[in-house]
């Protein structure tokens, strides 16, 4: 690491802080970037709760008007827009940043300050969105944003349009990231299929990122040239097509919806083999069955409009394609159900939401397959029904599996274990408050409460009105329920007990170095023999295959990365140096937001401009030192340690 | 990238790879617009429709473009040599033809909207306009990236030895050019030849 930081003389330096706010600013290394995500998303996932209070005040009883129907939508748009672009997806890219370098033991991503330019993408574009409630109202068209209504000025959507699109950057620079990351990067011996399900997962994760993110891209520039520049896209009036801009709209978000819960499905195949203490039931099914969502993942997308004009041949493929997708989902439930069986079950508060996102992502599920009969789909169109389903797959599911990875890889990245005992009151609480916010939802859709409506009508009864107040009660219990989770978060980072290095006595790469990892990750790469290589370096096999511990030092494969000549190998250690460009470049973005929002063409231009000189900041400023670009053209002492220094 | 392609998992260098997952994106990208297109190529409104579009003036300036992804393999293959002489000269070669095929789309636009087709005319118009329009900005980005790869050859921040930059620089031209062949057919010819038979 002292290397970096070495004088050459007649170039001017990269910044290299170690601490305070320009080091945040500056900073290339992906731990850091994962935890920036993790905090911004906290935020973010703040608001959205704020606006889901408001939605459920709205509706605590039949006719009333807390709220106006113009503030009423854009809370749930919001609410909406908030809880998928701005809590779900960043909340898996922190994990990705996090632990992808870790778990394939490499030093950091291939790209750090591609990596650092997705985050400030994704901070000022959630900024841009939020300034719209302080410039003329928020998107109100859902987060849908079907047009024609998304393209008059009525609805606030350029924000949306725009917004969302500068967010889909930040996805695809992410995507293009971790897939160079994953298959370029990968520790000696570490090959695809001894690669933990996590990395898969975010593996195909990201290529659906890349193939959506262009065809989401393309429906929200059509909604911004129809709604600010008179395009006519989606005009009917001439002959535009508003069902063109569904068909684009879903032919990402189907694929959107696998982009949010791959990363869970990834997290809880790491957890319940620890906390089972057995390998993951069919590691090459669960894959398998990961890469199969993955692909018939974009051919499902128009079960989101059987009650549009389509015709009955392709409902019936669309159905027909929708059940068979319900194929590899179940066969992970089933492996992961098989990985639980027979094993030595460990209750900790990170299993018990591992466990939970089964069941609730089981319940979801199914009532997600009653969605694909195209008859029972039409009567629930835009009911709760709908509303409850969605939920429990992003809420039970996506949700309860990322919080099951922040309580398992908290002692990863301080060191220090979360209370357990508030860890289990965040729990029950949690799965009690999300089945009384949620689960009524079905039965007061089935009775027909519509969704996105401002007033719960009168007459749809007094059994539909308790089921909403009951939904009301259940969200005060989540806000208790969050507060428990944030003050065991807090109040860990600082004096929670010391976890030691191995406190679940778990399987892969990411717990072989130190808690927290160095800036370096690893004094020395570590070759992999094995899928699990650190459990199959703890323990050997008995002849009934039972486990059996190792003594320390006797694996016979591979030196231990942290090394006993950890000083001499440091300074061979090349890392990526700070760098002030990508935050520079994102800044231009902001006027360029604002200027296609509003049709200005000086902002547009200023934008432009910044982001341009930005990008040539970022090209000619002098890489570390030891790569292709040193003028000193030096044989690269890095080479053999595989130092990453873009 | 110190990391050169025979340390990496797969034996590519990261900026290839990552220039090959982000051009597949960018086929999505063009085939979107491109369906709309097609959705749309017979709703005129009343307004113009691809009868006014000019063939063989379209067609020089396509070809242009094509001519355009030789010299940028010259530029490379010179580029492999180390001369980077030779290297800048044909990537100025590139930079003019993409130029030359940018200045006629310009004007063709120009006589398109004097002849009453406008951007909102109708959705033909619309869709024809920002899926050209789209290609014409990735051309210009290709331009902007060929005169930084000349300039830097000149400051020394591009080397002889690193073909690579011009490699990458290459993927994105030929990608560019390749999109232009599949629009030129599918989005000119195609039609002229059904729709006014």
């Not at chain 1, 703040?46 to 009333?64: D, H, K, N, W, Y």
């Not at chain 1, 020395?524 to 002849?543: L, N």
Request: no cysteine; proline share 5%; net charge negative.
């Amino acid at each position: 690491m002292s290397s970096t930081t070495a004088t050459r003389p007649g170039r001017y330096q990269r910044p290299n802080p170690r601490e305070g706010f320009i080091s945040w600013i500056t900073t290339t290394d992906h731990k850091r970037i994962g935890l920036m995500y993790f905090w911004t998303v906290l935020v973010f996932f703040f608001f959205g709760g704020v606006q889901s209070a408001l939605i459920r005040t709205q509706l605590a009883q039949a006719e009333q008007s807390v709220l106006t129907e113009e503030i009423y939508n854009q809370v749930f748009t919001m609410h909406g827009i908030t809880m998928v672009f701005l809590v779900v997806m960043p909340f898996a890219a922190a994990f990705f940043n996090y632990l992808i370098p870790l778990m394939i033991g490499a030093r950091d991503v291939a790209f750090p300050r591609l990596n650092a330019f997705s985050y400030w993408v994704f901070l000022f574009a959630g900024i841009f969105l939020y300034s719209s409630f302080l410039l003329g109202g928020a998107p109100n068209g859902s987060w849908v944003g079907y047009a024609p209504l998304s393209t008059d000025a009525v609805s606030n959507m350029g924000f949306y349009a725009i917004g969302i699109n500068a967010l889909g950057i930040s996805s695809l620079a992410a995507s293009i990231n971790f897939i160079v990351t994953i298959l370029n990067m990968r520790a000696p011996g570490m090959t695809f299929m001894r690669m933990p399900v996590f990395i898969w997962m975010a593996l195909v994760t990201s290529f659906l990122l890349l193939f959506a993110v262009p065809i989401i891209s393309t429906a929200l520039f059509m909604l911004m040239f129809d709604g600010v520049y008179g395009g006519q896209f989606f005009e009917p009036a001439t002959g535009g097509d508003p069902i063109l801009y569904q068909h684009l709209f879903w032919l990402f978000g189907h694929p959107e919806v696998y982009i949010m819960i791959l990363p869970t499905m990834g997290i809880i195949s790491e957890t319940l083999p620890v906390f089972s203490r057995k390998p993951l039931f069919g590691y090459a099914a669960v894959v398998f069955a990961g890469a199969a969502i993955g692909f018939i993942g974009f051919g499902v997308w128009a079960h989101h409009m059987f009650t549009s004009a389509m015709g009955p041949v392709a409902r019936s493929a669309f159905a027909l394609a929708t059940m068979f997708i319900a194929v590899p989902t179940g066969i992970k439930i089933f492996n992961w159900v098989f990985t639980m069986w027979g094993g030595k079950l460990r209750f900790t508060t990170s299993m018990l939401f591992s466990i939970g996102f089964v069941s609730m992502f089981t319940i979801g599920g199914l009532s997600g397959v009653t969605h694909a009969i195209v008859p029972h789909n039409a009567q629930q169109h835009d009911t709760y029904y709908v509303v409850a389903h969605f939920h429990y797959v992003l809420f039970g599911g996506a949700l309860f599996g990322l919080i099951a990875g922040v309580y398992f890889w908290f002692p990863k990245v301080t060191g220090r274990l979360m209370n357990e005992t508030l860890g289990k009151w965040h729990f029950w609480t949690w799965l009690l408050g999300f089945n009384l916010t949620f689960g009524p939802m079905h039965m007061s859709g089935l009775l027909g409460q519509p969704r996105r409506t401002a007033v719960l009508p009168a007459e749809l009864g007094p059994t539909v009105e308790l089921y909403n107040l009951l939904s009301g009660v259940g969200l005060i219990i989540l806000f208790g329920s969050a507060l428990v989770f944030l003050y065991n978060l807090l109040a860990s980072t600082k004096k929670g007990e010391l976890a030691g290095e191995d406190p679940w006595d778990a399987r892969t790469l990411e717990w072989l170095t130190t808690s927290p990892p160095k800036a370096h990750n690893w004094d020395k790469i570590p070759t992999v023999t094995h899928r699990d290589e650190f459990w199959h370096r703890k323990y050997a096999e008995d002849e009934a295959g039972r486990p059996v511990a190792v003594p320390a030092g006797a694996a016979e494969d591979v030196g231990d990365p942290r090394g006993d000549n950890a000083e001499a190998l440091d300074e061979h250690i090349h890392m990526p140096d700070a760098s002030y460009w990508p935050f520079v470049m994102v800044l231009g973005l902001v006027p360029l937001m604002y200027g296609l929002n509003f049709a200005s063409a000086p902002l547009i231009a200023i934008g432009l401009l910044w982001a341009i000189i930005g990008m040539y900041g970022w090209i000619i400023e002098p890489l570390a030192e030891g790569d292709d670009d040193d003028p000193l053209d030096a044989p690269n002492p890095s080479a053999t340690t595989g130092a990453v220094t873009y | 990238m110190a990391a050169g392609a025979h340390e990496t998992s797969l034996g590519i260098d990261h900026r290839k790879l990552g220039m090959w997952t982000f051009l597949g994106s960018e086929f999505l990208f063009f085939g979107a617009f491109l369906a709309t297109f097609l959705l749309y190529v017979q709703t005129t409104a009343g307004g113009p429709g691809v009868e006014i579009f000019d063939i063989p003036f379209t067609s020089i300036s396509s070809f242009v473009l094509l001519m355009s992804s030789l010299t940028m393999v010259l530029a490379h293959n010179a580029h492999t040599q180390g001369d980077l002489r030779r290297m800048r000269m044909w990537i100025l070669a590139t930079a003019g033809q993409g130029a030359v095929f940018l200045g006629g789309q310009v004007f063709e636009f120009n006589v398109f909207v004097r002849e009453g087709l406008t951007f909102g005319t109708s959705p033909f118009a619309t869709s024809f306009y920002v899926l050209t329009g789209f290609h014409g900005a990735h051309v210009f980005i290709g331009i902007l990236l060929l005169l930084t790869l000349y300039t830097f050859s000149l400051t020394g921040k591009v080397k002889p030895n690193q073909p690579l930059k011009t490699e990458m620089i290459g993927l994105y031209w030929h990608f560019v050019d390749i999109v232009w062949v599949v629009l030129f057919t599918v989005v000119y010819l195609i039609p002229e030849l059904t729709v006014l038979d």
